[in-house]
């Protein structure tokens, strides 16, 4: 499976999931949340802890191998914070930095910035959302290839 293939994979998976509002799937640990997309023997799996403070874990498999994943954290950092406008931001994901949102995107009085080195194979990066200038979250993600 080439690069390009799997990006967009993703990106229709993270539509589909957290960014989407798409239902969770069974918990995996104790308080995890878990979200599943499937697409032949394509498949991705988020799965994350917590919620103002939370780690995760974003995974991909092809024929039941590991083929990629990126692990998070983050934490919101002052009010108001909106969940809905993360997942709003999230879901303009580009092929160009499929990690987690665009570079930027504005809406209202908020605006989602995120920022990555690297590329698909080996990335470390952070997003934040400021609401009229002041950060009120922050994330920090890296992840990769695997072999």
């Known amino acids: 499976m080439s690069e390009q293939e799997m990006i967009s994979f993703l ?87 499929p990690y987690r949102g665009p570079s930027r995107y504005v809406s209202g009085g908020y605006a989602y910035e995120c920022e990555a080195d690297g590329d698909f194979a080996w990335f470390q990066g952070r997003e934040r959302i400021l609401w009229q200038g002041q950060e009120i979250y922050e994330c920090f993600f890296h992840g990769g290839l695997i072999e």
Not at 26 to 48: C, K, M, N, V
């Open 11 to 97: 990106i229709r998976a993270k539509k589909a999931t957290y960014a989407g509002k798409g239902p969770e799937a069974a918990s995996s640990r104790p308080h995890s949340h878990d979200l599943h997309y499937r697409e032949g023997q394509l498949l991705y799996i988020d799965s994350y802890l917590g919620g103002g403070r939370f780690a995760g874990e974003e995974a991909l498999w092809a024929e039941d191998a590991p083929v990629w994943s990126m692990n998070y954290a983050g934490r919101v950092t002052g009010q108001p914070f909106s969940g809905d406008f993360l997942k709003e931001a999230l879901r303009h994901v580009t092929p160009d930095m």
